[in-house]
């Protein structure tokens, strides 16, 4: 069965930390996101990486950065939290070939930020 | 642009009723895909169906159909004899053309309830 992994379900973290958000994948897609889920937003693209070491800013890349040094691990940092990250990450992967543009998403990371 | 509207934000219905979310798009794009995501309380969004442009069947798969109308650029899903496992946000997105998965436009969901 496929799988995408997010490490943490809850986070609760304070103004000003740094925070990391773990995504693994075993299915070895060549592509990876992270988007970011609000009510009545919908899911919001923040970065994608289709291939270790390379990255792309999506619609909303501001106060996030990302880091892929292996193919199956794809990490987001909020370099200095603040409340208005308090959100739903989802973590996603998907094949690079064929590009079908379906996506497998983790269970989501729901981080709140005081 | 491209836009991606589900107008419907919440529903309830009672368990066996038939249900139907609507998905509204725009662009500008001769071709393009668009798709149906469920994402159950366990948080987990999984891809339910993925429909090119070209192909304006309607498709069926057990009690889920989807009605796909270009000339009124409409995607809507029907759940026929709606069970409680069926609760859930559903999410209908669209993306151009040769692009991949990084350019895929969610809309804002539609949570539906259903009730025993």
């Known amino acids: 069965d496929v799988k995408v992994t997010q490490s943490s379900r809850y986070l609760v973290k304070r103004t000003g930390e740094k925070v990391f958000l773990e995504c693994v994948q075993d299915?070895?897609?060549?592509?990876m996101f992270w988007y970011r889920q609000d009510p009545g937003l919908g899911l919001r693209l923040i970065y994608f990486s289709y291939d270790v070491k390379m990255k792309e800013k999506g619609d909303i890349p501001e106060g996030y950065s990302v880091s892929r040094e292996k193919k199956e691990r794809f990490s987001l940092i909020l370099e200095s939290a603040s409340t208005n990250q308090t959100s739903m990450y989802l973590c996603?992967?998907?094949?690079?070939?064929?590009?079908?543009?379906?996506?497998?998403f983790g269970e989501g990371s729901r981080l709140t930020v005081l | 642009a491209q836009k991606v509207t589900q107008a419907q934000t919440e529903i309830s219905v009672v368990e066996k009723e038939d249900v139907t979310l609507d998905c509204v798009y725009e662009t500008r794009d001769t071709t393009y895909y668009l798709f149906w995501y469920k994402q159950p309380p366990s948080g987990e969004l999984v891809f339910l169906i993925r429909?090119?442009?070209?192909?304006?069947q309607n498709e069926i798969s057990g009690r889920y159909s989807w009605n796909f109308q270009k000339s009124t650029s409409s995607f809507n899903f029907t759940i026929t004899a709606s069970q409680v496992v069926d609760s859930a946000v559903y999410f209908c997105a669209l993306s151009p053309p040769f692009s991949g998965a990084s350019k895929i436009i969610f809309g804002s969901g539609t949570r539906l309830s259903i009730r025993p």
């Open positions: 429909r090119n442009s070209f192909d304006e």
């Open positions: 299915m070895d897609h060549e592509n």
């Open positions: 996603a992967s998907s094949f690079g070939t064929p590009n079908t543009g379906e996506l497998f």
